[in-house]
T-cell receptor, first 112, second 112 residues
């Protein structure tokens, strides 16, 4: 079955530590995205990538970094510079010029 | 600057009645609009979409209406069912971009 997998589902980290969230897709989609969901703020775009080895900042990229070394994978690193990292993180993918996103099931990150 | 707005954070509807979820946008360049449904701790799933060349699109119990002059779209669910209880996000896209801009979401509760 084709799909998009985020792992882990729940993640706890101490303040000041970097943490990397995994996102893998086997849909052969070119574009991948990272969104963050906070209560009352909807989904906000962190980073996106339209092709391998290329990515662009979204609306709230500060404190985050990404890589796109393979078409299937788009990991997100939440760095210690991110002031409010506790949130629900969603990864998505789409075919270029196709506006339907397929979302993963999300990772809830809690920083203590 | 919120380009896509869902001004009602929540909506409660009796089973069998119509649910109407509203969405407003400010960017006149948007030409494609989508609705996503999200259950807690899961990723959003695509529900229905509409191109700006249309004013209505229907899929079973779900109908989306677009009023370009008012920069307003709405999602009608009829008849509403308890399984429709979820958070609904509207999203919009401009030409030649893969990015979707999401609204803040409306939590729909359908009670018996």
């Amino acid at each position: 079955d084709g799909g998009i997998t985020q792992s882990p589902k729940y993640l706890f980290r101490k303040e000041g530590q970097n943490v990397t969230l995994s996102c893998e897709q086997n849909l052969n989609h070119d574009a991948m995205y990272w969104y963050r969901q906070d209560p009352g703020q909807g989904l906000r775009l962190i980073y996106y990538s339209q092709i391998v080895n290329d990515f662009q900042k979204g609306d709230i990229a500060e404190g985050y970094s990404v890589s796109r070394e393979k078409k299937e994978s788009f990991p997100l690193t939440v760095t210690s510079a991110q002031k409010n990292p506790t949130a629900f993180y969603l990864c998505a993918s789409s075919i270029q010029q196709n506006y339907g996103y397929t979302f993963g099931s999300g990772t809830r990150l809690t920083v203590v | 600057d919120q380009q896509v707005k869902q001004n009602s954070p929540s909506l409660s509807v009796q089973e069998g009645r119509i649910s109407i979820l509203n969405c407003d946008y400010t960017n006149s360049m948007f030409d494609y609009f989508l609705w996503y449904k999200k259950y807690p701790a899961e990723g959003p799933t695509f529900l229905i979409s509409i191109s700006s060349i249309k004013d209505k699109n229907e899929d079973g119990r779900f109908t989306v209406f677009l009023n370009k002059s008012a920069k307003h779209l709405s999602l009608h669910i009829v008849p509403s069912q308890p399984g429709d209880s979820a958070v609904y996000f509207c999203a919009a896209s401009a030409p030649n971009t893969d990015k979707l801009i999401f609204g803040t979401g409306t939590r729909l509760q359908v009670f018996p």
